[in-house]
């Protein structure tokens, strides 16, 4: 199996997944209410702003999930003498910019 294309699993905790899964429903109840708006004919500015804090929250999802990569999945390998995986973090970050 290439190992590029194997499924990886991250072991969260229960409080981990209840916090991210909560926020993501609240984010995609933003996204319903952004679409309610288009279809109302809503003004350009309210949209935007709610868009803004679409893409904010998301941002704070990412940050959240790549600080929790750095201190386990990245930590571990490094442990492990696995110094490619830094490669494969500057790689994501500059993916999920």
Not at 52 to 57: D, M, V
Not at 64 to 85: M, P, S
């Given at each position: 199996?290439?190992?590029?294309?194997?499924?990886?699993?991250?072991?969260?905790?229960?409080?981990?997944?209840?916090?991210?899964?909560?926020?993501?429903k609240v984010i995609e109840g933003q996204?319903?209410?952004?679409?309610?708006?288009?279809?109302?004919?809503?003004?350009?500015?309210d949209v935007l702003i709610q868009i803004?804090?679409?893409?904010?929250?998301l941002g704070s999802i990412a940050s959240?999930?790549?600080?929790?990569?750095?201190?386990?999945?990245?930590?571990?390998?490094?442990?492990?003498?696995?110094?490619?995986?830094?490669?494969?973090?500057?790689?994501?970050?500059?993916?999920?910019?």
């Open positions: 199996m290439n190992p590029k294309t194997a499924v990886r699993t991250k072991k969260r905790s229960d409080e981990d997944k209840k916090y991210l899964v909560n926020r993501l996204v319903r209410g952004v679409c309610n708006m288009i279809e109302e004919d809503r003004y350009c500015d803004s804090a679409i893409k904010n929250s959240y999930v790549l600080k929790e990569h750095l201190t386990t999945c990245v930590a571990d390998e490094v442990k492990k003498g696995n110094d490619d995986i830094l490669l494969e973090v500057l790689d994501l970050i500059g993916r999920t910019k």
